[in-house]
């Protein structure tokens, strides 16, 4: 069996957020050095490997669907099933007593350097092969992820974990304390990313602004990637409203390779709300803050993500969200309905009390709002010129012409194709959606 389990191959699949996209390129790593062998047919693999996010109900449904999907195609024993991520962490007791799932194996986030060895033990019928230990500091700054990505923008986790606690967000108990590797760390990251031709660095942290390393700050770490000969564009997500001094902006305003976009999480614009999510600003904080940013960085991008019908939120607070949504003018919004979360503070204290419909009514309403300044604020930039860093095309759609993005990181689908991906091209915008930007470089 142990002979059988050494050659045997994966497939990896992932769900939810950029971190877990990264997480996964992580355990790819790790596996290798071990012999494994990664496959990209689901059919041909002795292990599947699940790496899950808890963060919403979807992709949790999702995930015990794939499961009862792989065990019905797949039979029983024919195949090992191992689930990580942010599910792992948070469902274990119910994954592993599912018996008509038969998880093979479970590992949270803190945990993929000991998956060599709970794939081994999992070879073992009788015993149960888990970690879900969470650790104040693993930082897997000694692996270097065996990355899948397209070869222009590279993620680097620069801090795992968060302090915060919003009480509708699972984060804090599936990935545990806030800790940040060392900038020399990143740095050497990114440095070689740089000379494999990596053009774009995104540093990615579940609250990366209060990235903190003895002295060192989110700022002090921007500009040490920025000096970075080959990398043209440095991007960071998700930041928390909170960490936002004013050393980081102007350092934004100044330094001509940070991108003019930040992605600044509202999730609610009614002060009850905002306390009950324990969210630590009131909406005058927030728009104050946007004002701030506007003046220091006058054309920056922002987006945001807000949730909708959490407990209790009457219409009126509702409203309130909109008239935000209305003063911020927002480049475009992530919109959730609130979903109850196993663990959170929200699920103990709040019953999940506004109705699917108003949920629905509520995103719905929102959504109209936000396409049509999305599409206001895509249609001021017709006649303006922009440098697009040109990216690989979506494979599915290998017909369409080149495209790239904007500094503020919108999507611009260029007139003509066969632009060299990773080239910075100026571009002369000629037309907008709520969805893109058409450029012609042939005018600029
Ligand atoms: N319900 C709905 N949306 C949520 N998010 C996080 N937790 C929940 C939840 N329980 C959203 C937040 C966060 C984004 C990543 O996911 O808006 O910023
Ligand atoms: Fe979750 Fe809030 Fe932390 Fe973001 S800042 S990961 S929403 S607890």
């Known amino acids: ?26 355990v790819r790593a790790i596996l290798k050095k071990e012999n494994y062998e990664f496959v990209t047919d689901e059919r041909k693999a002795d292990i599947i490997m699940l790496n899950t996010c808890s963060v919403r109900e979807h992709a949790h449904r999702k995930v015990y669907g794939r499961v009862h999907h792989i065990r019905h195609a797949r039979g029983k024993d024919s195949v090992m099933i191992g689930i990580l991520g942010c599910m792992a962490t948070n469902l274990r007791k119910d994954l592993l007593e599912d018996r008509s799932l038969k998880i093979d194996f479970i590992a949270g986030p803190d945990s993929y350097k000991h998956l060599p060895q709970l794939i081994h033990e999992a070879s073992d019928e009788d015993r149960k092969s888990y970690d879900v230990t969470l650790s104040e500091f693993e930082t897997y700054s000694d692996i270097y992820p065996s990355r899948t990505e397209d070869g222009v923008n590279a993620w680097i986790a620069v801090m795992r974990g968060c302090n915060n606690f919003c009480t509708f967000c699972v984060v804090p ?25 990596f053009k774009q660095i995104t540093l990615l942290g579940q609250n990366v602004n209060s990235y903190r390393y003895d002295n060192y700050d989110f700022a002090y770490l921007m500009d040490e990637v920025s000096k970075i000969d080959g990398i043209k564009r440095i991007r960071f997500t998700s930041p928390h409203p909170k960490d ?44 104050n803050l946007v004002d701030k940013i506007r003046t220091k960085i006058p054309n920056v991008a922002l987006t945001t993500d807000i949730i909708v019908g959490f407990p209790t939120e009457t219409d009126g607070e509702f409203e309130d969200t909109i008239q935000v949504v209305a003063q911020a003018a927002f480049d475009s919004a992530f919109t959730f309905k609130y979903s ?16 699917e419909a108003i949920k629905t009514e509520r995103i719905m309403c929102l959504n109209e709002i ?3 300044i999305t599409l206001k604020k895509n249609q001021a930039h017709i006649g303006q010129v922009f440098d697009i860093l040109i990216e690989p095309i979506f494979q599915e759609k290998p017909s369409i012409n080149s495209v790239g993005r904007t500094d503020g990181n919108k999507l611009v689908i260029l007139s003509q194709n066969g632009y060299k991906i990773g080239d910075m091209i100026k571009t002369i915008i000629t037309g907008a959606t709520p969805h893109a930007l058409k450029g012609d470089p042939s005018i600029s």
């Open 370 to 372: 936000q396409k049509n």
């Open 244 to 287: 936002f001094p004013d050393r980081f902006l102007d350092l934004m305003a100044a330094n001509p390779k940070i991108c003019k976009h930040i992605h600044l999480p509202l999730q609610a614009g009614n002060n009850r709300i905002l306390d009950m999510m324990n969210r630590t600003y009131t909406s005058e904080d927030f728009v």
């Open 173 to 197: 108990y599936t990935r545990g304390r806030e800790r940040s590797r060392s900038p020399k760390n990143v740095v050497d990251e990114a440095r070689r990313l740089a000379v494999e031709g």
């Open 1 to 26: 069996m142990i002979n059988q389990i050494k050659q045997k191959k994966i497939f990896l699949e992932t769900y939810g957020c950029q971190m877990n996209e990264y997480d996964s390129q992580l």
């Open 340 to 355: 109850q979360r196993q663990g959170t503070i929200a699920s103990k204290e709040y019953p999940d009390d506004v109705s």
